[in-house]
DNA sequence: GTAACCGGTTACCCAAGAGAAACTACTATG
DNA sequence: CATAGTAGTTTCTCTTGGGTAACCGGTTAC
C-alpha cells in the first residue's frame, strides 16, 4: 500500500485523493439500497425484470424506495430503463455495460459478507 | 455469473444467499463513513494515528461521528484502540488483521471512484 | 496564568432516510 | 362485475444520520 519515494521517505500524497475517490464513489453508490438493485440486476441479466418482480425479490425493500433508487441509478447511467409496447405496459430493467462495472465492488463485499458471517458463527461456538 | 443445473435450468438459488451477505457487509460497514475511516488507517498501518490525527485528515468528519464510528468498527473488531500511559495520555487506533480483510473492498470502491470521475470528465467534454 | 494541545462527550437541531398505506390508471381473467 | 396484476406516486409519519457548538478534564509550552 504505502510505497518508498526515491529519496527514501513515504509517498503518502496520494491517499487524500485515494479517499475523495472513494468518497465520489460512495455518493453514487451508497446508501441502503443501490448496491443491492445492481447487484440483483447483475444476477438477472439474461431474465426480463420488471418492477414487481424486484419489489418482490429483493427483500424488504418499498416500492417508494425501490422507484426513488432506480431513477437515480437510470441517472447515473448504472441502469436502463425501456417501456415494453404490450397491454398493458410492461417495464424491462437491465444493467447497461457501465453498471457492469461496479461487479467487483458487489463481488467483493458478497464475498466479505460471508467470510463475516462464517466469523460470526464461529465466535459464537 | 449464472450458472447451469444439471437439467438444463438456470440456477439462482444462491442470488438470495448473495443478497444476504451484501446486506450483512452494509450493515457492518455501511454508512457515511466506516470505510473511509478504514481505508484511512490501511493507509497508514506504519503511522502512529490518534483522534485529532484523524479528526484533521479525514474530509469533513466531526468529531462526535468520528467517535462514534470508531466505537463501532471497534466492537466489530475492525480496528484497535490503545492508551499509551504517557502524559499528557494518548490514543492509538490501528487497523486490525481482521479489518485488513476489507482492503479488498475499499480498494474497488477506490478503483471505480476513480474510474467514474475519468468517465464524469470525458462526458463534459 | 493563559493559550493550545489531546481525547473525547453532550446538547441541540435540522434534513434526509425510510416504512406503511392509500391511491391512480390501465388490462386481463374468471 | 369483481379480483388481481402491472407500474408506480403520494401522503403521512417516525427515526436516524449527521452537523454545530459548547464543554469536560488533563497537560504542556510560553
Known amino acids: ?22 468518497r465520489d464513489s460512495l455518493d453514487v453508490l451508497g446508501g441502503k439500497w443501490k448496491l443491492m438493485i445492481l447487484r440483483f440486476l447483475t ?4 431474465q426480463i425484470i420488471n418492477f414487481k418482480k424486484m419489489q418482490r425479490e429483493i427483500d424488504g425493500i418499498s416500492a417508494k424506495m425501490l422507484s426513488k433508487e432506480l431513477k437515480e441509478l437510470e441517472t447515473n447511467l448504472l441502469i436502463s430503463r425501456t417501456e415494453q409496447q404490450t397491454r398493458p405496459i410492461t417495464v424491462v430493467y437491465a444493467i447497461t455495460e457501465y453498471g457492469k462495472s461496479v461487479l467487483p465492488v458487489t463481488e467483493t463485499l458478497v464475498q466479505w459478507g460471508l467470510s463475516h458471517r462464517e466469523k460470526i458463527i464461529e465466535s459464537i461456538k
Open 1 to 22: 500500500m504505502a510505497k518508498i519515494n526515491d529519496n527514501g521517505t513515504l509517498r503518502e500524497a496520494n491517499c487524500s485523493e485515494e479517499l475523495m475517490a472513494m
Open 43 to 46: 444476477n438477472r441479466t439474461h
